[in-house]
């Protein structure tokens, strides 16, 4: 099992910069991806963003590419996610997960490619 809990979150104006984290705890070492989601009111959870476990490579959606950037952390089994220029349209429960497949491309994009959820962080963009 691997446990993740995210932090960062919170309200901000429009232009504004937040930092999310989420550290990982357990069987950390079968992870080969993680990813943040996000989730608006009455909106299917869609994704943000992905790294794999080494921070090689990262995939974004369309939507936040140029703003936000996604990394490993300085500390040991932690994940940023560092947003900037935020829009009201943001706003929405930020979830990080961890996926153990062995694969990349697309698929990091997809939420069944994960196994492990964090509880989520509210991230507020005010107009």
């Known amino acids: 099992q691997v446990q993740l809990v995210e932090s960062g979150g919170g309200l901000v104006q429009t232009g504004g910069s937040l930092r999310l984290s989420c550290a990982a705890s357990?069987?950390?070492?079968?992870?080969?991806?993680m990813g943040w989601f996000r989730q608006a009111p009455g909106k299917e959870r869609e994704f943000v963003a992905a790294?794999?476990?080494?921070?090689?490579?990262?995939n974004y959606a369309e939507s936040v590419k140029a703003r936000f950037t996604i990394s490993r952390g300085n500390a040991e089994n932690t994940l940023s996610l560092q947003m900037n220029s935020l829009k009201p349209e943001d706003t929405a429960v930020y979830y990080c997960?961890?996926?153990?497949?062995?694969?990349?491309?697309?698929?990091?994009?997809?939420?069944?490619?994960?196994?492990?959820w964090g509880q989520g962080t509210q991230v507020t963009v005010s107009s």
């Open positions: 997960a961890a996926g153990v497949r062995n694969a990349w491309g697309t698929i990091v994009m997809l939420k069944e490619n994960y196994n492990y």
């Open positions: 357990g069987r950390t070492f079968s992870i080969y991806a």
């Open positions: 790294i794999n476990w080494s921070g090689s490579r990262q």
